[in-house]
């Protein structure tokens, strides 16, 4: 009888019967080589695969374990919780709670409506801003990642820049019609579209700041300045915060930028953090737009496992842990975790560009600072993929592609970090054999 001990044995067996293996694209380790790692267990800073081998974590699932792996306020919450049903399919306290947790630390969502995944929660803020405003169009900016609905998929970031594909099939030109692509960072091509198109657009959409081409920080004014061309020629304006919100301050990136730089997006769309590890999603904004959504309105959104009872407990109760304090820790964190592996590869003299944005992070292997996606794809993807492995041997478990951000949790230790350290100084010294 043959026993499954290691990832790859797992692996080969996934590949029978789930495509590629994996249950979404970027963790099949196609850009990067080799056998994703099996995962069987986490706890803190720290995760296990099937093999038996301990990593420290800065995925943390790409967002949500925001406080680590199983911390014990959240766990014990949650098996309670699990103890009364997982699911009723019908109105519980939880969603309200959550959805009065949202609002409170962003006042601008009077409204809030869950649902399971951030491509939802987008697809549902498009709908609405059609329906608002009764134009079709809606801009993207290239290599940002809003989910893979239909109309969205388009010059798109994530596991589309990661395995390089083009736009992808079974998305028809009617889909995408009204899509209207412009790169990011670039005032005068928006400045262009508005001044030529300005009176069909229902919707700009952004990533707050892109993190799904790698961490591309938006120009200083330039989420203000689509507050403000949105607002000029009545068109929506929807900051997808799902990979920011609740991450990078107690308000999400609108908490510590919007405020300061005074512009407030028309709806928002959060996930990954607000579901602590969960699949809940959610979209928020004025009650003048969210009230369309049916029933009160004739807009249509919904879902058997919305604002799930389960969902909704794990995430109020890792709100509830995101305090000033922890944002403060996550800060420094980022801070010390990126400048060491930064001065790890300059020593080793590899060419990076080390980007940061509140506490997300990523490197570019190439010289110049990306501003936009087309810079992104300048990178050496394939030093990229020495260094992560290097990393990954020692154990050290980043993000499987250089299009991606990385994440610090609130459970690193001061062990962790010089252990990330020690390990760069390898990795970078690889990564330079490899690019010489
Ligand atoms: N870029 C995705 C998160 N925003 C990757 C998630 C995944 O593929 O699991």
């Not at 501003?371 to 992104?376: G, L």
């Amino acid at each position: 009888m043959t026993t499954f001990e290691t990832s790859l044995q797992w692996h080969n067996r996934a590949k029978r019967i789930i495509p590629g293996g994996v249950s979404s694209p970027v963790r099949a380790f196609q850009s990067v080589g080799g056998t994703p790692r099996y995962f069987v267990k986490g706890e803190g800073s720290k995760v296990w695969d099937v093999d038996g081998n301990e990593y420290v974590d800065l995925v943390g699932s790409w967002g949500p374990m925001i406080v680590g792996h199983a911390h014990p306020h959240v766990l014990s919450r949650v098996k309670s919780a699990m103890e009364k049903s997982f699911s009723f399919g019908a109105p519980g306290p939880g969603e309200v709670l959550l959805a009065e947790e949202i609002s409170a630390r962003v006042p601008a969502c009077e409204r809030v409506r869950f649902v399971s995944s951030g491509t939802e929660a987008v697809m549902t803020a498009v709908r609405l801003a059609r329906a608002a405003t009764s134009r079709n169009l809606i801009v993207k900016f290239a290599g940002c990642y809003h989910g893979h609905s239909d109309s969205l998929l388009v010059q798109s970031g994530s596991g589309i820049a990661t395995l390089g594909l083009p736009n992808s099939p079974g998305v028809t030109p009617g889909q995408t019609q009204d899509t209207i692509v412009v790169p990011f960072n670039d005032l005068n091509a928006l400045t262009q579209l508005f001044d030529e198109r300005g009176s069909e657009i229902a919707a700009v959409i952004t990533e707050a700041t892109p993190a799904n081409m790698g961490v591309v920080p938006p120009v200083p004014g330039f989420n203000k300045f689509l507050s403000d061309i949105t607002k000029k020629h009545h068109s929506l304006f929807i900051l997808d915060e799902v990979m920011t919100g609740f991450r990078i301050s107690q308000g999400g990136w609108w908490g510590k930028f919007g405020l300061e730089e005074d512009w407030t997006p028309d709806l928002f769309t959060f996930g990954k953090v607000i579901g602590g590890g969960m699949p809940l999603a959610a979209v928020g904004g004025s009650a003048a737009v969210m009230e369309l959504l049916a029933p009160s309105g004739t807009v249509y959104q919904a879902g058997t496992l919305s604002g799930n009872p389960v969902a909704t407990t794990a995430g109020l109760a890792t709100l509830e842990l995101c305090d000033a304090e922890l944002y403060s820790a996550l800060d420094s964190r980022a801070r010390e975790v990126g400048s060491a592996i930064s001065e790890a590869l300059t020593a080793a003299e590899v060419e990076h560009s080390f980007q940061q944005a509140g506490n997300l992070f990523s490197f570019f292997f190439t010289p110049n600072h990306v501003n936009n996606f087309d810079d992104a794809k300048e990178q050496d993807t394939s030093a990229f993929a020495v260094f992560f492995h290097s990393l990954l041997e020692q154990g050290i478990s980043v993000p499987p592609s250089a299009f991606e951000a990385w994440f610090v949790s609130g459970a690193l230790t001061d062990e962790d970090v010089e252990k990330i350290a020690k390990a760069a100084k390898v990795a970078a010294q690889q990564a330079k054999l490899r690019s010489s």
